[in-house]
């Protein structure tokens, strides 16, 4: 009995395109998803900064003491002397 005979050479091929062509996918699947990955990742950053900068622009960024138009550092008033305790 031989074991090389037509129909083991086709299967013999047809496993080895498909396994090939299995490996091709494989690749294109991987560069998939780091594309989308990467993708992803961008949009978040966007997103980010876009709600940043709605913070911004609605005056939540700010503290209660910096107003616009305002030193950042609130100003002292003049000093005011100690009254006098009344001895008993």
Do not use: D, H, W, Y
């Not at 594309?35 to 966007?46: C, T, Y």
């Not at 900068?53 to 107003?67: C, I, N, P, T």
């Not at 002397?81 to 009344?86: D, G, I, K, M, S």
């Amino acid at each position: 009995m031989r074991v090389f005979t037509k129909r083991n050479a086709l299967i013999g091929f047809l496993t080895m395109k498909a396994a090939s062509r299995a490996l091709k996918r494989r690749r294109r699947n991987g560069a998939r998803i780091v594309l989308l990955v990467s993708l992803g990742l961008l949009s978040l950053g966007l997103l980010a900064g876009l709600a940043v900068v709605a913070r911004r622009q609605r005056g939540e960024g700010r503290s209660e003491l910096q107003v616009e138009g305002e030193a950042a550092e609130p100003v002292a008033a003049e000093p005011v002397a100690p009254e006098p305790v009344p001895a008993a």
